[in-house]
């Protein structure tokens, strides 16, 4: 079974410009999480969807991220404009939907750099 | 609202030397309690877990984690580590089953020969 793939696995971009990040979850979990690490700092949460529905969006920076997960399968978040301190490891991960504890998994991140 | 602390950054170790990553916590409400590993150029993989009952708890590689709930900290120990043990170490709490991790800024172990 395939496990929680992301797209790209590095990203370069200027300031200004618009990037997006694609998650793809294991097949039939409905939890999909969204997270980030900037540099030397610790892994910060940015939402979290059931389905295709937001969770949780407490996480977002600011309203140049958008993230959307349309028909709950596949999730992207995009970044527009991308500023300097959107760089970080931005992290994946994902759940099934059932009583009690599901374990999240995460994929291997996107690694993105503002220049 | 809930933190973590990991005390360590770096924890440099010999092979076969004993090792314990600390972790304490900040929580208001009840918390479930994670340890997660990260190998290099892989993704996070949970290495244990506390949910509920006894406080010490084990992973398949011979890490153990224990719960206390006094002093607020979930400290992973191994009596004995290997290379391949050398990775970077995350603790987590929740709230909630299902509901967002919060990390901790991490731990990088490292085992020498």
């Known amino acids: 079974e395939a496990g929680v793939t992301q797209f790209p696995s590095h990203s370069v971009i200027e300031k200004g410009q618009t990037v997006t990040l694609r998650c793809d979850p294991i097949?039939?979990?409905?939890?999909l999480y969204w997270y980030r690490r900037v540099m030397g700092k610790e892994i910060k949460f940015l939402l979290h969807?059931?389905?295709?529905?937001?969770?949780?969006e407490s996480g977002m920076p600011n309203n140049r991220f958008l993230a959307e997960r349309t028909g709950g399968t596949y999730s992207t978040l995009k970044v527009q404009p991308a500023e300097l301190e959107d760089s970080g490891v931005y992290f994946c991960?994902?759940?099934?939907?059932?009583?009690?504890?599901?374990?999240?998994?995460f994929g291997p991140g996107t690694r993105l750099t503002v220049l | 609202a809930q933190s973590v602390t990991q005390l360590d950054s770096q924890v440099p170790v010999f092979e076969e030397a004993p090792v314990e990553l600390r972790c304490n916590y900040s929580?208001?409400?009840?918390?479930?309690l994670f340890w997660y590993v990260q190998y290099p150029n892989q993704g996070l993989q949970l290495l244990l877990k506390?949910?509920?009952?006894?406080?010490l708890v084990e992973s398949i590689n011979g890490f153990e984690a224990e719960f206390n709930k006094s002093q607020t900290s979930f400290h992973l120990r191994k009596p004995s580590v290997h290379i391949s043990d050398t990775a970077e170490y995350f603790c987590?709490?929740?709230?909630?089953?299902?509901?967002?991790?919060?990390f901790g800024q991490g731990t990088e172990l490292s085992v020498k020969p």
């Open positions: 991960a994902s759940s099934q939907l059932l009583g009690g504890y599901n374990e999240q998994f």
């Open positions: 097949s039939g979990h409905d939890n």
């Open positions: 969807f059931v389905k295709e529905s937001k969770q949780d």
């Open positions: 929580s208001s409400v009840s918390v479930y």
């Open positions: 506390y949910l509920s009952g006894s406080t």
């Open positions: 987590a709490v929740s709230v909630i089953q299902g509901g967002k991790l919060i």
